[in-house]
């Protein structure tokens, strides 16, 4: 029998396709997700956004500074000598000879398959005399021509090699492995054995190594691991922290520490600048000893971050680390938040464990506000100092403006362009448009509640103990959409109005457009309140109706009754009676066909209800299945901030808190996709009692101030149903033994009938 022989590649073939598969399985992918995009794109995407943020640190320090890249440059490099080794194996493949083919004795002879014999004799006369090693031929050639030659003639050699496909008989089957001899020849042993030990025991240990070490410093969110601890601990201590404790606790981030982060440093120049900004500010405590709060790290970042808040001019080396403190803080304060809710987490199953306060939450999200525009605690009651030209001057002149009351930056848009030009006239032309530039790329976001209870017989009957599920749908437009809404409600003003209009829709019409949004989202509420009463009073005039013509028919009896004779009164009171009686069953046929109605009604809209609860459940289900599988961009609209140094998106956080309590009622949600329309499940259980509960839901931005939406929402709780103890599906053993007495009780009767039979 045929063995199996196994042996290296002598002539490198095989190795060669190896290494072309092996290198188009790294080049190929690597180019795809590794080769720099087009600075083209960035560059127009810049111009596009200059108009508006041409006057932002982070847009100036763009375009003034740019810093030459090489690693782009080292990718395409890398990635061209890929493709350049990849091509160049593939020619060497294409260029090997094939040495594993079917072996055809009619193809070493010349000739066609099927050849006749004398044909067969003439041809390998030709060759011999050809290729004989007596006449200087090719000895190995001649003998193929030979081994083909007896092939096709000898019947034992030709039965080998139909069978076997050689004319010798079963050979033993090779397999060639990719690698080339020289790897396991003895002269080479100790050097492949160097080699293999250099890459499996010290690199490949090295490499894992520090991965592991670095990996498990960091949280998911890349935050030290120290960081968070050290968060954990002084929110816990303080439960209710104003906003000079929580920067003094946002200070004391291990990102800030050279030890723990390379990236941060430690100049010689810091002995004498820091406590020179430490007396020009003021108020700051370093005597009291609470580490790591008072650590030299930690009091140089705090103090950065409120000079930043204080807007104080610093070094060219003070300035450089305070833009590297303040492009953490954002995510910094994400961290704290997340602490916060761990902390509220463990406080609901634990009695004896302190949760933080609401206003701790709260004050977090508006230092992250206050830092990212650059402003102070008493400065975010303005909010339009977030503007460009507006500076505590020129908000004055607008705040304090006789004719128009001007307090927030919806106040502002909601103005004519008349209105708004003549509050403004301060400012020249290129100032006034800047600011109509910004302000039209602030956001306008609105939402929409709806409280449900999932998985449950009715949705939307929330009872004690179940778990609620608050639908929030999140709306976001730019304020330049409510420029043009104000521009065609300007336009239909000054139209003449026709005659028929009533006076209450032209009140309508002199309302702007965003006071129709603001007043419209009270109506509903405003209705909800008076359907019952409606339907009540509904009944009643449906009631009466009904009884009408019972009566009158009957008093028309009566009236007739007067003029006819004493003989006559009997017959007419007997058709009148039957008339009654007609008119009764009437009645009463149409008060059944009523109630089939109702019922038929009832039923429908039960299907109905039915089919629409589970169409909601359908598509939360689809919801939640496109929110796991979808990876969204968390690129959405990029944040107008005059002095922050990088460039920042719009991120918000909504939450459900009790105003009444200060507590935090459903665990703040960090949008970080909101485009146009983005859609939010909040889940808490229900109050154990029963009752109306009053709570708000909560929308924050942390990047802009006075933008902020705060919606109420009325809960109604009720019972639970009480379980029940018997039902009437559970009772198998009394049905089955009415069953029985049943059928006892037919096969008597059958009995009976053939005993009469």
């Known amino acids: 029998m045929a063995g199996q022989q196994f042996q290296y590649d002598d002539s490198g073939n095989t190795f060669f396709y190896f290494l072309t598969s092996f290198v188009g399985l790294i080049v190929i992918p690597a180019t795809y997700y590794f080769w720099p995009r087009d600075q083209n794109s ?24 740019p810093q030459p890249n090489i690693i782009p440059r080292i990718k395409k490099l890398a990635l061209l000598a890929g493709w350049v080794l990849f091509i160049f194996l593939a020619y060497k493949v294409s260029q090997t000879d094939r040495e594993y083919q079917e072996y055809n004795p009619y193809e070493v002879l010349s000739l066609k398959p099927g050849a006749a014999p004398a044909e067969i004799r003439r041809q390998y006369r030709l060759l011999s005399l050809k290729f004989h090693p007596d006449k200087g031929g090719d000895e190995a050639m001649f003998m193929r021509i030979a081994k083909a030659y007896a092939a096709l003639t000898d019947e034992e050699s030709r039965k080998n090699w139909e069978e076997y496909g050689n004319p010798d008989g079963p050979q033993a089957t090779s397999f060639g492995i990719a690698l080339p001899a020289w790897i396991v020849d003895q002269k080479n042993s100790m050097l492949v ?34 960081t968070t601890q050290i968060y954990m601990c002084f929110i816990y201590k303080t439960r209710n922290m104003d906003m000079k404790r929580l920067i003094t606790v946002l200070a004391a981030a291990a990102e800030f520490d050279p030890q723990f982060n390379k990236e941060a440093l430690s100049r010689p120049t810091d002995n004498v600048e820091v406590p020179q900004l430490i007396r020009e500010i003021g108020g700051i405590n370093i005597k009291k000893n609470e580490p790591p709060l008072t650590f030299p790290y930690s009091l140089k970042a705090r103090v950065l971050i409120l000079a930043e808040l204080n807007r104080i001019k610093l070094s060219e080396t003070l300035e450089e680390d305070q833009w590297f403190v303040i492009k953490k803080c954002p995510a910094l304060i994400q961290e704290m938040i997340n602490v916060i809710c761990q902390l509220n987490v ?30 102070r605690l008493q400065q975010m009651k303005n909010p339009l100092l977030q503007l460009p ?5 020129n908000y004055r002149r607008v705040v304090n403006h006789k004719k128009y009351k001007i307090k927030s930056i919806q106040d502002l848009v909601s103005l004519k362009e008349s209105e708004r030009r003549s509050l403004l006239h301060f400012l020249d032309e290129d100032k006034y448009e800047d ?26 009957k929330i009872t004690v103990g179940s778990l609620v599920t608050v639908l929030v749908t999140v709306m976001r437009q730019s304020m330049s959409e409510i420029f043009e809404m104000e521009q065609t409600v300007c336009i239909t003003e000054d139209q003449p109005v026709d005659d028929g209009l009533q006076q209450g829709d032209m009140g309508k019409g ?8 603001s007043k419209g989202s009270k109506k509903p509420f405003k209705s909800k309140k008076k359907k019952p009463v409606k339907k009540k009073g509904a009944i009643q005039p449906s009631q009466v109706q009904q009884k009408q013509p019972g009566q009158k028919q009957a008093n028309g009896t009566i009236g007739n009754e007067v003029a006819i004779k004493d003989d006559e009164d009997i017959s007419d009171k007997g058709s ?23 019922d038929k009604e009832v039923l429908e809209k039960d299907n109905k209800d039915d089919e629409a609860e ?5 598509q939360s289900i689809q919801r939640k299945e496109r929110a796991f599988l979808e990876t969204k961009s968390k690129v959405t609209h990029p944040v107008y901030s005059l002095h922050f140094p990088e460039e920042k998106q719009e991120w918000w956080w909504i939450y459900i808190a009790d105003k009444k309590d200060q507590k935090l009622v459903a665990m703040p949600y960090h949008i970080c996709t909101l485009k146009d329309r983005e859609e939010v499940e909040l889940k808490f259980p229900a109050p154990r009692r029963p009752g109306i509960h009053q709570y708000i839901v909560c929308l924050r931005s942390d990047s802009y101030f006075g933008l902020d939406r705060v919606q109420s929402l009325k809960l109604e709780v009720h019972e639970a149903k009480p379980i029940l103890e018997n039902h009437p599906q559970w009772e198998t053993s009394a049905e089955g033994e009415d069953d029985q007495e049943d059928s006892e009780g037919f096969e008597e009767s059958e009995e009976e009938e053939e005993d009469d039979d």
């Not at 080699?195 to 670095?214: D, T």
């Open 42 to 65: 960035e560059q127009i995407r810049l111009n596009n956004l200059r108009k508006v943020h041409g006057r932002c640190l982070w847009y100036r320090l763009r375009l003034l500074k």
């Open 193 to 226: 054995l160097f080699v293999y030990g250099l890459a499996f025991m010290v690199i490949l240990p090295v490499v894992v190594g520090s991965w592991w070490y670095r990996s498990i410093r960091y949280s998911g969110d890349q935050i030290l691991i120290r």
């Open 346 to 375: 463990m406080a609901h199953s634990r009695d004896d464990f302190r949760a933080p306060s609401l206003t701790t939450l709260e004050n977090c999200m508006k230092l992250s506000q206050m830092i990212v525009q650059g402003l």
């Open 389 to 393: 030209h507006i500076d505590e001057d």
């Open 435 to 460: 600011i109509k530039a910004v302000l039209g790329s602030f956001p306008h976001v609105t939402m929409d509640i709806k409280p449900q209870v999932l998985d449950d017989e009715d949705s939307n």
């Open 510 to 517: 002199k309302n702007k457009g965003w006071q129709q949004k």
């Open 576 to 598: 009148d009676s039957e008339e009654d009686d007609n008119i009764k069953d009437s009645q009463s046929e149409k008060e059944d066909g009523s109630d089939a109605d109702t």
């Open 614 to 618: 589970w169409q909601a459940l359908q």
